[in-house]
């Protein structure tokens, strides 16, 4: 660049430069334009100043047009005729913008000019009609604004006139129609014109297309138009024309394409209609009409296309077709039609998209809808149709989009076979009368698009398959009957963007996983029984309060009830009988529906839950954890417990009792309550610090428990569920534990022979060894200690707190907390020091301890001042010591010493260091009755 500057240049100081270059081009503009020495035409200089009115060529679609050529023949966009005159103009679609400059009009013999698809503005020159050569005129899709000018009327020979898409106003002028012999085409869409639709328009006789819609146009539609016989296309769309459908069209034989949709017409579709025999599509939607459809009209033999919805059309649908139909698409919907579906409807093969929604159809669906082989679109919402869907409407091979939704007296299942054949992308069945689940058959909907059953009864759970439709973007199950929890799965419907679960009976904890969902707008959970806290992980960090309304388990920050904070009110000793009593309140508002086997109650009655919640709308604060009743599921395991809520108003009274406190854990306060009817039941109320996370975490624990059947395990009766408290009830058993019978006699427990202890060591070996050979998947106690060994008042041994490891605290708690000190000495060193496996080894240490325990009747920790010492560590160098004898329990006076010695001898064993020395619970069991046998003879 520098090298091409004269040296003046270079030497003047940057300010100067830039003057001398903004003076210096102009002039060299001038220059080369009026320039004596050019040969360029006066056509070629009548382009050069078209051009000058361009001000960006971003494409530089005008780079050829060069000032030194003679003739402009050879620029881009040009076209000239033999003799070298401008013949043609094609410069659509290049991004130009600026004005049409008047100077076209100096191109005396130009027969085109196309400029559409730029972004030409300003007005269009009047001049332009002095171009009286012109036959194309197409500067359609600009920007251009103002009136069409009247001169225009002028251009005689024009043949085709496209202005669409631009904002010119003003009415079209009626003189532009003055000569218009030639005229085949004129397209005035898509601008801002008002006025009304010219007659003299009738008067072009050659008129082959008119195209006025999407403007502002007033008026009725002339009659003069049915002039135009060669006439195939009109479109009157989108404007505001009023009156009736001029009989005259009827005359307009040539047409194929009639839209007069979106207008304020009204009147009867005139019968003259029926002379249009080449008429394939029809449009009058969105208008006044009224009266029937005629049915020569309707199954007209070229008709493809037929949209006559929103109107006031009557009547029933023809009963029969004439001849045969072309029909593809028949759109009646939002009318006021009346009667069933008719044979005709069934007899049209070809039809591809069927709307009779939003009208007053009734009667059964005909079985013979499979008749429609070509059907892809059906659409028969809104309407009062009955009976039950057909069953063969799945085998519609091309259906994909069915809605029958709003028909509120069609009844009976979702159809088993959808989507065998058929690949639905819609399906709305909203607002029916549907029962029972969702059916797998809709397994196969993969290309679900859009799924809406909401507000029917329909029941069970929300099938995982669903998730299969993994392009799903509306998901609406709202007020229904769904119970059980919402699958986690859902979180892998990746484009979902509306889901609606709200009003039904789910329970569980909102899963995280919906957070995945990054294009998720909408979401409603409201009134269910959902518990635990709301995940505010990825996209639900968007929903607030009115997501999750009417779930009074649930916390977190939306509803502005704390998660921590309920655990901290319950944490506190005070509080706890009160927060227990909640749970009373919450189990009087009890709907119990009893089955066989397993027997549900739910906690809420679904109206008082919607009460409370409704309630907790109007609170300008967010209500305290402690004042709102403790809402959760109780699900109990077997039939002997009452199953009328009245029976649990009594029990619960009594958790209300602090006298009730029969003990407490490693993992909770035990409470005893008894019911009218006489039964007694141990309630324990777990303190888990918060490690369950979710109910279904807590229940597929305990579900687990639920099978146990032994003469020596306490049985699980049932747990009580919310995110805030768990309960676990089980058999009350009368007798206290193995701990105050050995420990306690000061409480007044008597004293144990041997005979009994033995009895109780036999029964709990029985006890642990069904827990770890006879359960799959094996289930470990992780908790034998001997205040976990209850007895009956014929001292039976019934093991209880099995199985709960998974509710114990972490480990660094257990082992530094005061509060599992009591259980110190029954932990295996391998999980004190954390070398954590737990094995069914661990069980058997615990075993050992309560041998050891029972041999000695000593504590299985004793502190002796600053170090404690493990009864195991004492009784072993006691009898490395030769003093073994010492260790017995001077309880047992007369009791066989022997025998004892060899319970003593098997505690050792089974409290080894190394848990690969420790018997199995089986081997331990043999030996047990050896040494029973032993004894017997
Ligand atoms: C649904 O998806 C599951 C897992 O993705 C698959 O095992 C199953 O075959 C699918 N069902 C159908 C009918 O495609
Ligand atoms: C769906 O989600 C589940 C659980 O979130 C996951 O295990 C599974 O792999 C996912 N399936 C697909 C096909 O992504
Ligand atoms: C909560 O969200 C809904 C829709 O997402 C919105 O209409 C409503 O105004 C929001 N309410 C508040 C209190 O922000
Ligand atoms: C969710 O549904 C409930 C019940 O119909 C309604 O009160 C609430 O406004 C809905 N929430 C949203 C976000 O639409």
Redesign the pocket.
Known sequence: MQSHQPPSFSQADGVTRKLMRLFLFPFLVIILTTSPCTALNEEGLALLEFRKSIISDPFEALASWNSANETPCTWFGVICDSEGNVNRILLQGKGLSGTISSSLSRLNRLRALVLSNNSFSGSIPPEISLITTLWKLNISENALSGPIPDELGALGSLRMFDVSGNFLSGPIPATFFRICSRLRFVDFSRNNHTGSVPARLGSCDRLEGIDLSHNRLQGSIPEELGNLKVLGFLSLASNALSGSLPQSLGSCVSLTLLDLSMNMLSGQIPSTFTNLRNLSRFSAGQNLLSGIIPAEVLYHSALQTLNLSFNALSGSLPTSVAGPTALKVLDLSANHLTGSISTSVLSLERLQFLNLSNNQFSGPLPSQLTKLISIESFDLSSNNFTGQIPPEIGRLRNLSVLRLGSNPTLSGVIPSDMCETSDLTVLDLQKMDLQGGIPSSL??C?SLLNLDLSHNKINGSIPI?L??ATRMKSLNLEGNLLSGSIPESLGNLSDLEHLDLSINMLTGGIPSALGDIKTLLFLNLSYNSLSGPIPRNGALQQFNASSFLGNAGLCGAPLGVSCSAVIATRSSQRKKSHVLGASAIAAIVTTAVIALGVVVIFVMNFRALKRIAEDRVYESTPPSPEASPILGKLVLFSKTLPAKYEDWEAGSKALLDKDSVIGSGTLGTVFKTTFDTGISMAVKKLETLGRIKNSEEFEEEIGRLANVKHPNIVTMQGYFWSPTMQLLLSDYIPNGSLYNHLHQQDAGFGQLSWKRRFEIALGTAHGLTYLHHDCTPQILHFDLKSSNILLDHNFVPYLSDYGLSKFSPMLDTYVTSRRFYSTLGYVAPEVACQSFRLSDKCDVYSFGVVLLELATGRHPVENSDSNCILLCDAVRSALERGRGYSCIDPQLGSAPQSEIMQVLKLGLVCTSQMPSKRPSMAEVMQVLESIKSGNDL
């Open positions: 397994t196969g993969r398959f998730t299969n």
